[in-house]
């Protein structure tokens, strides 16, 4: 038609009409993919922190792959068992899992999930008597998978693989971003895989706290646990307000990078405490702050045994309180020919500081390599021994500056005749 009014009343019928039934039509768009999302509520979940909503919301996770929480707290009495699913929460203030078993929120037993932005909570707030309150569990090979925006609380552990004797739990690829766990009695995240090993993922701003410097759960802690791993980077873990153990323990790990770590308000109430307990690993570590914590029993910024690696550039180590008769020290060395600590732009403005610098390997070599600008063993570097260390090959071809009455006096040790001795240059 050549009508004027005639096409814009076509056009105008189109918009009104048409449009929103082709959009209605349309899949759903959850997140970044345009595919229908399983709605709990369509499978009779009710979400309002009464009503036991484990067996609705188990039908709607075995009915689809995308499954969506809208806003609500929902009871749960047993574990929800994840396969390969996207879980999808309303943000992770707004959408509540509350759990009153013992037992765990998800069992992930597969690979290809992404669970985000949800509050995952149990009863109660201590935990001691729940030791399999353990928020999310990984069975069997977890890879490929993304767990964000998530809020825990009060829990025995937050993130845990399955430790069973004999069976294959491990995990690789996986990514940990934007996780907040309070008041936790064991563990915030304790991955030890019992088979293969933890390889190939990132985990970053992960924030655990126990409460207040007096309001606060009393059981000393490890935050986080990590054995077997490789090629692993973790991004702004922080550790504050809680009775601790160790911050952190990272056992048979190579090639683990750390960036930026923070400890604040920490009280460290046990001998032999200490922040970075390292076991036959090796650890990169890239900034980092520890501020405000009190030290009551012998605590050390870093615990080295069985052989191990710490190259740590530009952490700053600042305001301490001592609460009882024990120190904090450096480091401490525990067995092995091959710990070695090198630290470079590490400050400090706390001048008892124990250095530790006369603890050896049992080789006789120094532990502490380098601090800041001066090298213990790969260079030359004054030496506060008041001998020399026995001459070994490891020393071999190394130079020692020794400061004496008279002035210094520089040594290099060197093989003669099948033996080795300390020369005096």
Known sequence: TGNPSMKKAILLFYFVMIIPILISCAP????????????????????????????????????????????????????????????????????????????????????????RNLGLQYDGWDQSDYTNRNAIVFEDQIAHSVFENLDIISVYRAFYIDETEGAENYAFSINL?????????????????????????????????????????????????????????????????????????????????MISPHFEGLDFKEEGGTFFDINHSNLKLIGGRAYHNNIHEQTSLFKLMENSDISSDNFYLEDYEQQGEGDLELFEAVAGDENRLALTQFKTNIDDLDLNMETLNEDGTPILTRLNDQSFFDGMGVQSFKSLPEPTEAWRGKMIMLERGSGDQIYVCIKTNGSYEWVEI
């Open 28 to 115: 759903q768009k959850n997140g970044e993919l345009e595919v229908p999302f399983i709605n709990v509520k369509d499978f009779g979940a009710v979400g309002d922190g009464k009503t036991d909503d484990t067996k609705a919301i188990q039908k709607a996770i075995e009915a689809g792959s995308d499954i969506y929480f809208p806003e609500g707290k929902y009871l749960i009495s047993d574990s929800l068992e994840i396969q390969s699913k996207k879980i999808n929460g309303a943000g992770m203030e707004s959408t509540i899992i509350y759990s009153k078993a013992d037992a765990p929120i998800f069992k992930v037993s597969a690979s290809f999930n992404d669970i």
């Open 177 to 257: 971003r934007n996780i907040y766990i309070f008041w936790f009695e064991k563990n915030a995240i304790h991955f030890n895989p019992p088979y293969g090993g933890l390889t190939g993922s990132v985990l970053e701003n992960i924030y655990t706290s126990n409460g207040l410097r007096d309001n606060r759960l009393d059981s000393p802690v490890i935050p986080f646990v990590f054995g077997k791993a490789s090629e692993m980077t973790l991004i702004q873990l922080n550790t504050e307000w809680a009775n601790i153990k160790k911050a952190f323990q990272i056992d048979y790990s190579y090639n683990v990078t």
